[in-house]
């Protein structure tokens, strides 16, 4: 039975944490960010953990 390959693109928008957690960086911060307030980008600019509702479809995708 072949490998199972990890998608790349998930493979570059997420990481996993030391407990197993998966982190994601926010949307909507690559452009046209004139019209955003000063505290909502440096809000957007934190890491996160991925929602629980979430973690299985990255999981598969990770190959993990």
């Known amino acids: 039975?072949?490998?199972m390959?990890?998608?790349a693109s998930a493979k570059k928008r997420?990481?996993?944490t030391g407990t197993g957690?998966?982190?994601r960086k926010h949307a909507f911060?690559?452009?046209i960010l004139t019209k955003m307030?000063?505290?909502?980008?440096r809000n957007l600019t934190h890491p996160t953990?991925?929602?629980?509702?979430?973690?299985k479809n990255?999981?598969?995708q990770l190959g993990i």
């Open 29 to 31: 911060k690559s452009h």
């Open 58 to 60: 990255i999981k598969k």
């Open 37 to 41: 307030e000063t505290k909502q980008k």
């Open 21 to 23: 957690k998966i982190k």
């Open 1 to 3: 039975m072949p490998k």
């Open 5 to 7: 390959k990890t998608k």
């Open 49 to 55: 953990i991925v929602h629980k509702a979430d973690e």
């Open 14 to 16: 997420f990481k996993l």
